[in-house]
């Protein structure tokens, strides 16, 4: 079992910068990757990006590519989303997960590909 806590959520300005963490718990050794996806009222679940856990190797969704960044730190066992130049379409339950399967990087943005999810950190982007 893996447990994840969001953390970081809030309500910003457009433009302006959030991090979100994700605090990990439980059997780290069994994870391959960690991601990000985020839901808003009324859409479908959306990739954000992911990070493998034994690399640096990354992949971004085309909303976040160019103004997000996925980093983790494995002595911490915390994943965190630099949030810049946020826009009130980023509006969302931002999601934690983690996933045991070994895929290429790009296999990981459906959301089948993880094992365990958070709970969520609402993220609200005025205009």
């Known amino acids: 079992q893996v447990q994840l806590v969001e953390s970081g959520g809030g309500l910003v300005q457009t433009g302006d910068s959030l991090r979100l963490s994700c605090a990990v718990s439980?059997?780290?050794?069994?994870?391959?990757?960690m991601g990000w996806f985020r839901q808003a009222p009324g859409k479908e679940r959306e990739f954000v990006a992911v990070?493998?856990?034994?690399?640096?190797?990354?992949y971004y969704g085309d909303s976040a590519r160019g103004r997000f960044t996925i980093s983790r730190d494995n002595a911490k066992n915390t994943m965190y989303l630099q949030m810049n130049s946020l826009k009130p379409e980023d509006t969302a339950v931002y999601y934690c997960?983690?996933?045991?399967?070994?895929?290429?990087?790009?296999?990981?943005?459906?959301?089948?590909?993880?094992?365990?999810w958070g709970q969520g950190t609402q993220v609200t982007v005025s205009s």
């Open positions: 997960t983690t996933s045991r399967t070994q895929y290429s990087i790009t296999d990981y943005s459906t959301g089948g590909a993880y094992d365990y």
């Open positions: 990070i493998r856990w034994d690399s640096r190797n990354t």
């Open positions: 439980g059997r780290t050794s069994s994870i391959r990757a």
